[in-house]
């Protein structure tokens, strides 16, 4: 439960290209906003470079400041 706005926690999927119904994957990293909030970074087990994660969530992300986090 996200502790901004009390609904689940989102996430990005990275990896798949097709549309999904339902998805289980691995995460592999943390988006957190100034605001608090928090997206998830999850992928089908392909890794990804932190250049690749920030270029995939950029179009939503641009409006935000925020962090990325990685193991």
Do not use: C, N, W
């Amino acid at each position: 439960m996200s502790p901004v706005d009390h609904e689940e926690i989102d996430a990005y999927i990275l990896g798949p290209t097709e549309p999904l119904t339902e998805f289980e994957g691995v995460v592999i990293g943390i988006v957190v906003r100034l605001d608090d909030e928090i997206k998830l970074i999850v992928s089908d087990g392909r890794p990804f470079t932190s250049r690749e994660i920030e270029e995939a969530v950029h179009f939503q992300e641009q409006y935000y400041k925020h962090s990325l986090l990685l193991p």
